[in-house]
């Protein structure tokens, strides 16, 4: 055997052992390769960020760290776990609660602050107080596919009271936030959180309703190995504009990003990043008793978009009256308040080319409030990816939470498991029936028998669809119907990957 053949047989043998599933086809004997459909494998690592929760002193803060079961056959043992970010305040109007610009909140010891030991059975840690740093956590072998966190703060009073709530985010390059806001009565953070050992450089650009504001930002903002970054969105123009479109992307490296909004009329609740621009957009699950619903829609291309706006009612979709279609310019933000549009009962938007032929991506997010006068509360849906073959979600409480499911196209159906509790409990599941163009807002949810302490919800689309959902979580206050939305895009748990045979007769001279 020659070096070449030597050399050859080394490399064959290196990419096998790296891939554990690539390979050479051989030919058949018409000369033809047959292709053969890629296997979906679970994922055997997954990243995921939790942004700083709150600066207020009066913070209480949940954590829920979750795997679901199944799907993770010949996985080997594995951990989860979310340990503190360091934490620089960019700021250049530092509040008293906070550090001075540049300054380095320690997060102490490298301890996990949450370190999930199995599939199936979610854990949960509490912080109290302004200084929880922002969460930095990787998940690997079996705890890997479709694991999720939650992270919930109650804040009683002030500019930032409200019910907090947000799914940790995994990391990107390209995030976009509509219904942001640089409004005197607002005051709204883009968190920017590295989870890698390497630097990265940020670039935040502003969209009004006339287009791009001018912003300070020229070089783009460091983001430390590791750290996590606040910025506050009206120290970056002079602008004030109410409805604005965040972009958030990467020069280098990669982030986990989510915006912080503050308003000292209605309160406090994250808003995370807008599914990935496309043609028709699905927000779900905006509750029955909202007394305001805003839509701020945003087309990043180089094409205006004409949208018809629907709303997905338990028994079929509806056009909300004076509010058929929504113009977007390219590169505009455009909003329209539809009040009090759900009317008592529970439904979700969807937005979609008025003309078939002129889909023009766009991405879209809700500002939804209820209640009335001071007793306000306010809470953000995304538009949402569909949940595929799996979702979860995590702290979920006996009482309090409603879990919406959309099919905007084909009927569906879904089944929804409860876990175990953190604190005891087995499993509860139920499939339900989603009716074409329908939202089911489900508050009968299943319960773990004997549940102590919170639990997670895994939906699985069963046959049908697609389906969107999201889960509101109330818990009223002080006659304050405080309340968050978070939404269950697929988790991601598998992989696609290509079948393949093992072929060493290329390795002949």
């Keep these: 055997m020659n070096r070449t053949t030597i050399s050859l047989l080394a490399a064959a043998t290196a990419l096998a052992a790296v891939t554990g599933f690539a390979a050479l086809m051989a030919p ?42 199944g799907k993770t056959a010949g996985a080997k043992d594995g951990a989860a776990e979310l340990k503190p970010s360091a934490a620089v305040l960019v700021d250049t109007e530092p509040k008293k609660d906070e550090t001075k610009e540049g300054a380095v909140k320690k997060p102490g010891a490298d301890k996990p602050v949450l370190a999930l030991k199995e599939p199936g059975k979610p854990v949960a840690a509490k912080a109290s107080g302004g200084d929880a740093p922002a969460l930095v956590g990787t998940a690997t072998g079996r705890l890997a596919p ?17 019910l907090l709530g947000v799914s940790c985010t995994a990391p990107d390059t390209d995030f976009w936030f509509p219904a942001a806001s640089i409004a005197e009565s607002r005051q709204d953070y883009v968190h920017l959180t590295n989870p890698d050992d390497t630097p990265a450089v940020a670039d935040i ?20 190995a590791g750290a996590s970054v606040p910025v506050l969105l009206s120290t970056l123009t002079a602008d004030r504009a109410e409805d604005v479109t965040v972009h958030v992307s990467t020069r280098t490296g990669r982030v986990g ?18 599914a990935d621009p496309s043609g028709t957009a699905v927000l779900p699950g905006i509750p029955a008793d909202a007394t305001s619903v805003r839509l701020v829609a945003f087309a990043p291309g180089d094409d205006d978009a004409d949208l018809k706006v629907q709303l997905a009612t338990p028994d079929g979709r509806i056009t909300p009256a004076g509010h058929e279609t929504l113009h977007v310019k390219s590169g505009m933000t455009a909003s329209v308040d539809l009040l009090d549009v759900t ?40 538009a949402t990816a569909a949940v595929g073959e799996r979702a979860s979600v995590a702290d979920n409480r006996a009482k309090g939470s409603t879990l919406s499911l959309t099919a905007p196209g084909t009927a569906a159906q879904v089944k ?94």
């Design 146 to 162: 479709g694991w999720t966190a939650q992270q919930t703060t109650t804040v009683t009073v002030g500019g930032a009271r409200g």
């Design 28 to 69: 058949d004997s018409s000369g033809a390769s047959e292709a053969t459909a890629p296997a979906r494998l679970p994922v055997e690592r997954s990243s995921l960020l939790c942004p700083a929760p709150s600066s207020s002193e009066l913070a209480e803060t949940a954590y829920t760290s979750f795997t679901p079961a």
């Design 205 to 224: 650009e502003l969209y009004g309703k006339d287009g791009a504001l001018k912003t300070t930002l020229t070089e783009g903002i460091p983001v430390p």
């Design 416 to 509: 929804v498991t409860a876990s175990a509790g953190t604190e005891g409990g087995s499993q509860a599941v139920k499939t339900y029936t989603v009716k074409a163009g329908t939202t089911l807002a489900i508050t009968d949810l299943p319960v773990p028998a004997g549940l102590k302490g919170s639990y997670a919800l895994t939906v699985e689309t069963v046959s049908g669809g697609p389906v969107h959902a999201s889960r509101t979580l109330a818990l009223p206050l002080d006659g304050i119907p405080m309340f968050t939305v978070q939404a269950l895009p697929d988790d991601r748990g598998t992989v696609a990957v290509p079948a393949a045979e093992q072929d060493l007769s290329v390795l002949d001279d």
């Design 257 to 274: 990003a989510v915006v912080r909004a503050a308003d000292e009329k209605v309160g406090s609740d994250w808003l995370t990043a807008s």
């Design 343 to 382: 009317k008592g009962e529970a439904g979700s938007l969807i937005l979609s080319p008025s003309q078939s032929s002129s889909a023009t991506p766009v991405v879209a997010a809700l500002r939804v409030v209820r209640g009335k006068g001071d007793k306000q509360e306010v809470a953000f849906i995304p």
